[in-house]
């Protein structure tokens, strides 16, 4: 049974397959409308989304399967329901489960269960499916994904963890420009450490720029981060992607964000309308990178 709880979840080739898959589903839509005929799958939240529900709906929707959405707060589980019973019951009605959780740990009880397969739709930890979605949009806009440079400015979080784990089969450089205090999460800095994976750390944004072909960046305050959403907006103000900060980059630098973005913030209203054909597309890659993971989850590919 597969599960993809994070990117070191596929293997060297399966991870190129799915962003080719990707790219696939992104020429024609309508490709394999009946792989997911009579499969169930439940979209599990813990925290809000947009993109991540409606990507995963759609392509279940399109690929013949059925999909519920579900919020943990309306089952048993939010009134002490235990995370094991839920799985277990949940299997013998579903197919597949999607969660977006505050917790990786709990992703991965329900996948030691080994009784349905589970996809992470974002953790505390890890974003896989986002990350995935990021390199197949930057493989197909014709970039060698094994001959640029990344350069993520903010918080080392769950979608930097994921482009970091996502390098090691892509050979992408990473830099990451944040603030002190801000380390990076030490389960990621020991993988990097196993598979000798080199990461440019800075503290000023200026010089994670240099000779970065894409710049990367999420929000200041992270979905469960609310309580200290005051002090993270003063500490991160130097790090906003702004028009100053990309005379730093070469001219022919793309901005990348995951979304949703706080404009203003950690990205300025300008930077964010002059890269939104990327930024959009990625958003829209979601949908088509969703069918390959699906097809993946479910070994049809
Ligand atoms: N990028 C992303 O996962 O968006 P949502 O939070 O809207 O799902
Ligand atoms: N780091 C953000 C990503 C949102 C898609 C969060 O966890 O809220």
């Not at 992470?120 to 197909?140: K, V």
């Not at 000779?211 to 130097?238: C, H, L």
């Not at 900060?245 to 300025?268: F, K, N, S, W």
Request: proline share 4%; hydrophobic share 40%; with cysteine.
């Amino acid at each position: 049974m597969r599960h993809l709880l994070h990117l070191m979840n596929l293997k060297q080739d399966e991870f190129f397959t799915l962003l080719k898959r990707g790219i696939e589903f992104k020429n024609n839509r309508l490709l394999n409308p009946t792989a997911l005929k009579n499969k169930s799958i439940a979209l599990l939240f813990e925290k809000a989304s947009t993109r991540t529900r409606i990507s995963f709906s759609i392509a279940i929707q399109e690929l013949g399967g059925h999909y519920l959405v579900l919020h943990a707060n309306e089952l048993q589980l939010g009134r002490g329901e235990t995370i094991e019973d839920t799985t277990y019951v949940l299997s013998r009605y579903l197919d597949g489960i999607m969660i977006r959780t505050n917790s990786q740990k709990k992703l991965e009880t329900m996948a030691n269960l080994n009784v349905l397969p589970v996809i992470n739709g974002l953790s505390d930890l890890y974003h896989p499916c986002q990350a995935l979605a990021d390199y197949m949009t930057i493989y197909d806009l014709g970039m060698p994904l094994d001959k640029i440079k990344i350069a993520f400015i903010g918080e080392p979080n769950n979608v930097f963890n994921s482009l970091v784990l996502g390098s090691i089969y892509t050979k992408t450089k990473i830099a990451i420009a944040c603030p002190d205090g801000f380390d990076i999460h030490p389960i990621v800095k020991n993988i990097i450490k196993q598979y000798q994976k080199e990461i440019e750390i800075y503290k000023n944004p200026k010089e994670a720029v240099k000779n970065a072909n894409v710049i990367y960046t999420d929000v200041w305050v992270s979905m469960g981060q609310e309580k200290e959403a005051e002090i993270r907006k003063k500490v991160f103000q130097p790090y906003s992607v702004n028009k100053d900060l990309l005379q730093y980059a070469p001219d022919d630098v793309i901005v990348m964000h995951c979304l949703p973005a706080h404009r203003g913030e950690e990205i300025t209203d300008e930077v964010m309308d002059q890269f939104s054909h990327i930024i959009f597309q990625q958003a829209e890659n979601r949908l088509h990178i969703q069918k390959a993971i699906l097809e993946w989850i479910f070994g049809l590919i």
